[in-house]
């Protein structure tokens, strides 16, 4: 299988060396890439839609559909891992048994299923494949997650100005609640959002974008022509198209936040969502 | 033969840029772990978003966004040249191409540990062979 | 561009890319799978493609690394090649 390998990856290597002979010359500014149809979309975008980050304008104006269906398959990768994974039955064999820890000595005593703790408070349920880490990185964690999460906030809302957009943003509010679960536990996390509230948000993301072409299409325009929803958020059509580019961000920020946050839990507790890293 | 060697140094990105692909290529037919071959699929996929990306450049060109003055634009009229800003076109197909990718990733680790549930583990030749003597 | 510094990275992002297809410890590899994705966003970063690195930079060398490990986690870290 190696040798198959090797010779296929060769073969794959020695025509595309061909090809790349016959490539205009590196950073060419007059290769055919650069002069058929970017000249105007970086001359024209200030003019029709006041956004000057052109990467988020023809992201989330121009090539809308395609970015519509883009969050759309976010979605269903987010379901099929769901589907994949997720179980709520367990075999007949495996009983479930639950670890705790006394908060003052330290000791861990194991449950059965079908027993139950002692009441008292000084209990506190632990995982039995990982530990989770010391105080000071609980704690440093804890304090870190509102301003990761306030800098994602800032990168959604500012992604008509600066780098940035839906797609980054979602991904760095996703990654603050993982970051929590990291260093506290997977109970943490489903407890804050729970797993209904993670699907219902992704779907509500994915509702929000097409939702916003749906209303387009509703006022007798195009599917997704922003231009339409002028009399709807009270400023001129040019400035319309501005604002609705952000609305549609939210949109692909709250399903790719979510995302990251269904995939993440069904993959770190194999679908058992009791437990995990 | 100074031609070939002026050439050759000219586009070097380009050949690296295969290299990668050939390396995420072999990984993707030959490695035998699942999970190294996710790792190859992913380089694969970098690699070509690395070609796609280094089609935009220009030389003497910045980033793709504009100076913003205030007023929205279109009362003060922006001469806007596009042979000083890179080609944002590839950027944009590019950026949806990654958050994709790593929504493909998460299924396919999902599949892995699904399959490592059922057979114990993630050689490709060991569930071959646990496979056949199921039959 | 500088081509120094675009040599440079090109050459880290063969070396970790490499490194983690060879190194016999799945951990390993997805540790050296985020440097190889980081190291990619830096190249992107020098092209001037400022929101693709931004994006790879939260998206490869964040998440996707976290998703290995946590893969990992819940498999096994033995491998053979």
């Given amino acids: 299988m190696k040798i198959i390998g090797l010779i296929i990856s060769v073969l794959t290597g020695a025509m595309l060396v061909y090809a790349a002979a016959d490539f205009p010359a590196w950073s060419d500014p007059s290769s055919p890439a650069s002069t058929y149809l970017s000249p105007h979309f970086i001359e024209k975008t200030m003019e029709e839609?006041?956004?000057?980050?052109?990467?988020?304008?023809?992201?989330?104006?121009?090539?809308?559909?395609?970015?519509?269906?883009?969050?759309?398959?976010?979605?269903?990768?987010?379901?099929?891992?769901?589907?994949?994974?997720?179980?709520?039955?367990?075999?007949?064999?495996?009983?479930?048994?639950?670890?705790?820890?006394?908060?003052?000595?330290?000791?861990?005593?194991?449950?059965?299923?079908?027993?139950?703790?002692?009441?008292?408070?000084?209990?506190?349920?632990?995982?039995?494949?990982?530990?989770?880490?010391?105080?000071?990185?609980?704690?440093?964690?804890?304090?870190?997650?509102?301003?990761?999460?306030?800098?994602?906030?800032?990168?959604?809302?500012?992604?008509?100005?600066?780098?940035?957009?839906?797609?980054?943003?979602?991904?760095?509010?996703?990654?603050?609640?993982?970051?929590?679960?990291?260093?506290?536990?997977?109970?943490?996390?489903?407890?804050?959002?729970?797993?209904?509230?993670?699907?219902?948000?992704?779907?509500?993301?994915?509702?929000?974008?097409?939702?916003?072409?749906?209303?387009?299409?509703?006022?007798?325009?195009?599917?997704?022509?922003?231009?339409?929803?002028?009399?709807?958020?009270?400023?001129?059509?040019?400035?319309?198209?501005?604002?609705?580019?952000?609305?549609?961000?939210?949109?692909?920020?709250?399903?790719?936040?979510?995302?990251m946050i269904w995939l993440y839990c069904n993959l770190s507790s194999a679908g058992k969502y009791n437990q995990g890293l | 033969m100074t031609d070939l060697v002026s050439t050759i140094i000219a586009k070097y990105n380009y050949w690296i840029y295969i290299t990668l692909m050939m390396i995420g290529l072999y990984a993707m037919i030959a490695k035998n772990n699942l999970i190294k071959k996710i790792v190859g699929m992913s380089m694969f996929q970098t690699a070509i978003i690395l070609f796609y990306v280094s089609i935009g450049v220009k030389k003497g060109a910045t980033i793709p966004i504009l100076e913003y003055s205030h007023g929205h634009g279109h009362d003060t009229q922006l001469v806007v040249h596009a042979a000083d800003y890179v080609n944002p076109l590839p950027h944009v197909l590019m950026l949806t191409a990654i958050v994709v990718g790593v929504a493909t990733l998460g299924v396919a680790l999902a599949l892995s540990i699904r399959i490592y549930d059922r057979y114990n583990t993630l050689e490709e030749d060991e569930i071959l062979t646990q496979i056949r003597e199921e039959k | 561009m500088i081509w120094q510094l675009d040599l440079a990275i090109l050459t880290l992002v063969v070396i970790t890319g490499i490194g983690a297809l060879m190194v016999k410890d799945l951990l390993g590899a997805a540790i050296l799978f985020g440097a190889y994705s980081f190291m990619m966003c830096l190249l992107w970063s020098i092209m001037g493609a400022v929101d693709v690195a931004f994006t790879e930079a939260s998206v490869g060398a964040g998440v996707s690394a976290v998703f290995f490990v946590a893969a990992v986690f819940r498999t096994t870290r033995r491998t053979k090649d």
């Fill in chain 1, 49 to 259: 839609t006041s956004v000057p980050n052109i990467v988020t304008a023809v992201l989330a104006d121009y090539r809308s559909f395609d970015t519509m269906f883009e969050t759309a398959v976010i979605f269903s990768a987010g379901l099929v891992c769901f589907f994949l994974l997720r179980t709520t039955r367990r075999k007949e064999s495996e009983t479930e048994t639950t670890h705790y820890r006394h908060t003052l000595t330290g000791v861990t005593i194991q449950i059965k299923e079908g027993h139950t703790l002692p009441p008292s408070d000084e209990f506190e349920r632990i995982d039995s494949l990982w530990t989770p880490s010391g105080l000071i990185i609980k704690t440093s964690c804890r304090l870190l997650v509102p301003f990761i999460q306030l800098f994602g906030l800032y990168v959604i809302a500012h992604g008509h100005y600066s780098p940035g957009g839906g797609f980054q943003g979602g991904v760095i509010l996703g990654a603050s609640i993982i970051m929590l679960a990291i260093s506290y536990d997977l109970r943490t996390i489903i407890e804050r959002i729970s797993e209904k509230m993670v699907a219902v948000l992704c779907a509500v993301g994915v509702l929000i974008f097409s939702g916003t072409g749906a209303l387009c299409l509703l006022l007798g325009v195009n599917f997704l022509d922003y231009n339409a929803l002028a009399p709807i958020l009270l400023v001129d059509p040019l400035t319309a198209r501005s604002h609705a580019i952000l609305i549609v961000e939210i949109g692909v920020g709250v399903a790719v936040m979510t995302t």
